[in-house]
């Protein structure tokens, strides 16, 4: 007996790295590796179990500050209708296309980097939790030491 998995659904957004949405972003969905073979257009897709596909940005975000993205992406969904590294919930799977800003600072990734710390939605496992405070301790230490250190050069002066 074989079972169809059916209404398979992907779900394309194109986010900051803040993971909130940017507008404008559009995607295709293709058979092959080349992209050459077009199935849909959008950022919800069907998509059949036991098969591979490759999304490519059609159009990149309204907000001209952040880059299109040019890599292709090899989705695969599995006998049970799941995508590889994409998250899942109410039947519909879900990747996150980031972009950065074409003029992205240091400053920028720093407060990127700790508002995902804190605030990332595909974070809140037990594990991570526990990492995560470690990791802040880690973080306090660290900028204690840092300025142990340039007090330590000021009073030397």
């Known amino acids: 007996v074989q079972f169809r998995v059916a209404n398979i659904k992907l779900s394309v957004r194109g986010v900051n790295p803040r993971h909130e949405d940017l507008a404008g972003v559009k995607y295709g ?23 591979t596909y490759y999304l490519k940005e059609l159009s990149g975000p309204s907000d001209s500050q952040f880059e299109k993205y040019n ?43 700790i508002y995902n710390v804190f605030n990332n939605p595909y974070t809140k496992t037990e594990s991570f939790k526990k990492t995560k405070s470690v990791g802040i301790y880690l973080l306090l230490i660290s900028i204690l030491s840092a300025l142990g250190i340039i007090v330590l050069k000021f009073r030397k002066n």
């Open 29 to 51: 969905l293709y058979n092959d590796v080349n992209c050459t073979s077009l199935v849909s257009e959008g950022s919800m897709f069907d998509v059949e179990p036991n098969k």
């Open 71 to 113: 890599d292709v992406i090899k989705i695969v969904v599995n006998g049970e209708g799941k995508v590889e590294n994409a998250q899942y919930a109410d039947g519909i799977n879900t990747i996150e296309v980031i972009h950065h800003k074409k003029e992205e600072t240091v400053i920028d990734k720093v407060e990127d980097t």
